[in-house]
């Protein structure tokens, strides 16, 4: 089970660090459904849990596993959320912030 929260958690971060590079912003004008996941039991007591993410990806919104992550010092960690705008909905991503 540590494997597989490991090796998640890995995947998620390097799909995201690739994705942040990205500044653009993508509209929908329907957001996508997201699956329904079961959050696996924390592997330890310190964890945080970080939420799943939307990641474009080929012309559309990819669905990304949350996953158990090391809190970081000083620091709390923002979810992402879908923001309404008068052009669609964008994906704003989660971020660790201060």
């Known amino acids: ?3 597989i929260v490991l090796a998640t958690s890995i995947i998620t971060s390097s799909l995201l660090a690739c994705s942040c590079g990205n500044a653009q912003r993508i509209h929908v004008s329907v957001r996508p459904v997201a699956p329904v996941v079961v959050r696996p039991v924390a592997p330890r007591l310190t964890a945080i849990w970080i ?3 939307w990641v474009w990806r ?3 919104y990819v669905y990304v596993n949350g996953y158990w992550a090391n ?3 000083g620091y709390r960690y ?7 705008t008068r052009r669609g909905d964008i994906w ?4 660790w912030v201060r």
């Open 1 to 3: 089970m540590k494997q």
């Open 51 to 53: 939420a799943p993410e």
């Open 58 to 60: 080929g012309g559309r």
């Open 71 to 73: 809190p970081r010092a």
């Open 78 to 84: 923002n979810p992402g959320y879908w923001r309404k």
């Open 92 to 95: 704003v991503a989660g971020v």
